[in-house]
């Protein structure tokens, strides 16, 4: 689907909402998981008024797979296409992957009016975000968002990458940290590259720290 452009995947026409939004809906995916992203069904979900994602809930139940996306960007990961406000946002949703280990679950969430990724509530609990590019196009191209990369706000254990090097993500050139985190405790930051290009070989470096955490 093409969500926020035209079918072409690079002519901007806009919601005046998020691009997608959950609301009490539980098991839900956005994106496939499956193959090449673009020919087996991943979403360009770019230019809408608002979040490119969004997913709420009251009761903490959502379980939404979030894979294989391209959120602020073209396919190619080229243009700048750009969501209003943050590129996936999640309140009071738990058990969410977004991303995961292996290489065609990838989201590229880049050039977002605020944060690349925003999940807030303390029951968006044991939300897992694994494998993306933050602020990074596929090719390494700095593309930042506005606000910070990953930024997580009292949800209790949120796991941002893995043990293994398939499971991090790729987190640079965002206007604020890397990864943000405040409160919630629990939290599991492992494997990511922070403030460089994906083979590490090029600076990317975020405006404020890489990695900051308060009472996480």
Not at 147 to 159: F, L, Q
Request: with cysteine; charged share 10%.
């Amino acid at each position: 689907n093409c969500i926020g452009v035209a079918s072409n995947g690079q002519t901007v026409i806009p919601n005046g909402g998020s691009g997608v939004h959950l609301e009490h809906s539980v098991n839900n995916e956005i994106g496939s998981g499956y193959g090449d992203c673009y020919e087996s069904g991943g979403n360009v979900i770019s230019g809408n008024a608002s979040n490119g994602i969004t997913v709420l809930c009251d009761d903490g139940a959502a379980a939404a797979n979030i894979q294989c996306n391209f959120i602020g960007t073209d396919p190619d990961g080229i243009l700048l296409l750009s969501n209003g406000c943050r590129g996936v946002y999640v309140e009071n949703s738990g058990g969410n992957f977004i991303g995961d280990s292996d290489s065609w679950c990838r989201n590229t969430i880049v050039n977002n009016g605020s944060d690349g990724i925003a999940i807030a509530g303390l029951l968006s609990i044991s939300n897992r975000i694994r494998g993306n590019y933050i602020g990074v196009a596929k090719n390494g191209a700095a593309m930042g968002n506005g606000g910070h990369g990953v930024y997580v706000t009292n949800a209790p254990g949120s796991i941002i990458g893995g043990t293994s090097s398939s499971q991090g993500n790729v987190v640079g050139d965002n206007e604020g940290c890397g990864i943000h985190l405040a409160g919630g405790g629990g939290a599991s930051v492992q494997g990511n590259i922070i403030g460089a290009s994906p083979n590490g070989g090029s600076a990317r470096s975020n405006g404020h720290d890489g990695l900051y955490a308060c009472d996480a």
